[in-house]
Structure formats: structure tokens, C-alpha cells
T-cell receptor
Framework: QQPVQSPQAVILREGEDAVINCSSS?????VHWYRQKHGEAPVFLMI?????EQKGHDKISASFNEKKQQSSLYLTASQLSYSGTYFC?????????????FGTGTRLKVLA | ETGVTQTPRHLVMGMTNKKSLKCEQH?????MYWYKQSAKKPLELMFV???????ENNSVPSRFSPECPNSSHLFLHLHTLQPEDSALYLC?????????????FGPGTRLTVT
């Protein structure tokens, strides 16, 4: 079963902040975050490999809570270019086999 | 060409046709992937190749047949598809296979099965 992302959709004004969560029912080995603009390919944002890890560049950062089987993506002072659909990609163990599964997606729209 | 390219970008085929999707990566990567993206559904991983060997097949129907002749090229051969197979098919590549490696995606092939 794929990780659940919340919220499903969010609308922001430029300069506002947003948090996107990715929650799994299985123990997570790693989390990737991608953004996909309409009609384009998904673009890699960042990887988190260790529980407790936090990463960021520019005004986008993420955290990985291994025990809670959750990752969060933080968008600070959002820009118009942040609009798109955000996906988490997770590697989780199922009966000793690692599977790579994408989350349900979060549609983000930033308005001027 | 740079990055990951896919051809054709759009394809319309009947249920009895046979067609192939092509993916090429110019990044020197060793792993390649096929994904299916349907409307309002998460990305679904279909196949994974690492060093030209198939390492994962996520219960994909046999009407989809992948081929990886070398580390730069990946094909998806299609035959007797169903209308529900209409979707965006994305190819991706990464330096290695596994969660430590970021994936680079191609622009996709928009497939419509009539």
C-alpha cells in the first residue's frame, strides 16, 4: 500500500509557508521527494536516508522521522515556481524485500 | 541530447496493435526504470533494470514486456493492451539501484489505447 500524503491539495499566496506530510504503514528505509509540474517529468528535490535526518536547500527542507514512519517537506516563503504536485518516494521493507513506492501526491498551487 | 529522453511523446494505439516505447539516458547511469502514471493515481513502479538485468517486476501484466539491451537504452514493448492501460509512461534512470540514488525522469510517453 502506498504512503499517504497530506494534505491532498493546498493553495497558498506567495510568501506563505506549507508543510506536506508523507506517512507509511510500513517501516521506511528512505524517503525521496520529487516535484512534478503539469505536463512535465518529476524532478528530484532531496533524499533522506537516516531517521532523524533533516535536509534543505534554498527555502525547501525536509525531515525524516523513522520511528513515526513519516517524512515532512517544508516550503518556506513560497514562490510561484513552487506550484506543482509533490510526491514522496519511499523504500520500505515487506517480508524482508525492499520495495520502492510513491506516495499519493499533494497538489500545491501558489498564487500571486 | 542530455538527460533522459523518451520517444514517442504521444502514442495512440488500438487494442490489437503492437508498439514499443523507447527510453535513452545520456547520464552514464547503471539503473533504469519504467513507471506508469494514471490520472489521480500515484506513480506505479513497473520494472527496474540494474546493469541491464531485470531486478524488479511489480506484478505487471505480460502484455507489457521490457527490454534493456544496454545500460543506456530501455524499451517497453506493448501488445494487446486494454483501455485501462492508457496513461503516462515515465522512464527514469539513476547511478545505482537502490534508495541511496536520486532518479532522473524523462518527459514521458502519453499512451492512449482505443
Amino acid at each position: 500500500q502506498q504512503p499517504v500524503q497530506s494534505p491532498q491539495a493546498v493553495i497558498l499566496r506567495e510568501g506563505e509557508d506549507a508543510v506536506i506530510n508523507c506517512s507509511s504503514s510500513k517501516a521506511l528505509y528512505s524517503v525521496h521527494w520529487y516535484r512534478q509540474k503539469h505536463g512535465e517529468a518529476p524532478v528530484f528535490l532531496m533524499i533522506l536516508l537516516k531517521g532523524g535526518e533533516q535536509k534543505g536547500h534554498d527555502k525547501i527542507s525536509a525531515s525524516f522521522n523513522e520511528k513515526k514512519q513519516q517524512s515532512s517537506l517544508y516550503l518556506t516563503a513560497s514562490q510561484l515556481s513552487y506550484s506543482g504536485t509533490y510526491f514522496c518516494g519511499t523504500e520500505a521493507s515487506t517480508s524482508g524485500t525492499y520495495k520502492y513506492i510513491f506516495g499519493t501526491g499533494t497538489r500545491l498551487k501558489v498564487l500571486a | 541530447e542530455t538527460g533522459v529522453t523518451q520517444t514517442p511523446r504521444h502514442l495512440v494505439m488500438g487494442m490489437t496493435n503492437k508498439k514499443s516505447l523507447k527510453c535513452e539516458q545520456h547520464l552514464g547511469h547503471n539503473a533504469m526504470y519504467w513507471y506508469k502514471q494514471s490520472a489521480k493515481k500515484p506513480l506505479e513502479l513497473m520494472f527496474v533494470y540494474s546493469l541491464e538485468e531485470r531486478v524488479e517486476n511489480n506484478s505487471v501484466p505480460s502484455r507489457f514486456s521490457p527490454e534493456c539491451p544496454n545500460s543506456s537504452h530501455l524499451f517497453l514493448h506493448l501488445h494487446t493492451l486494454q483501455p485501462e492501460d492508457s496513461a503516462l509512461y515515465l522512464c527514469a534512470s539513476s547511478y545505482g539501484q537502490g534508495s541511496s540514488y536520486e532518479q532522473y525522469f524523462g518527459p514521458g510517453t502519453r499512451l492512449t489505447v482505443t
